[in-house]
């Protein structure tokens, strides 16, 4: 099984900055894509950044430039560093992996959730 954990939301103001973590444990054989995505309340799921086992990236059009994404493959950790924070930043954030499992399967995992919320 693979747990999860993710820490750093909170709250800010409008301008400030916050770091999220994400880290990975448990039986796994190799960690592929990892990434964050963001939901508010009766809205669909969308992406804010990905980053590929190689370090490729890619974001959403709405934080280019104000958020970085990067990986720690020893610790199995992907961050999201949010400066500039605006407002409409304001979502619940989530994490995601995608993995190769100890039996070979392709897996996707979800981190439970951490709010941001930017105060103008």
């Known amino acids: 099984q693979v747990q999860l954990v993710e820490s750093g939301g909170g709250l800010a103001q409008a301008g400030g900055s916050l770091r999220l973590s994400c880290a990975a444990s448990?039986?796994?054989?190799?960690?592929?894509?990892m990434g964050w995505y963001r939901q508010a309340p009766g809205k669909q799921r969308e992406l804010v950044a990905r980053?590929?086992?190689?370090?490729?990236?890619n974001y959403a059009d709405s934080v280019k430039g104000r958020f970085t994404i990067s990986r720690d493959n020893a610790k199995n950790t992907v961050y999201l560093q949010m400066n500039s924070l605006k407002p409409e930043d304001t979502d619940v954030y989530y994490c995601?992996?995608?993995?190769?499992?100890?039996?070979?399967?392709?897996?996707?995992?979800w981190g439970q959730g951490t709010q941001i919320t930017v105060s103008s």
């Open positions: 995601r992996v995608d993995l190769i499992t100890d039996a070979y399967t392709g897996n996707i995992y």
């Open positions: 448990g039986s796994m054989f190799r960690i592929n894509r």
């Open positions: 980053i590929t086992s190689g370090g490729s990236t």
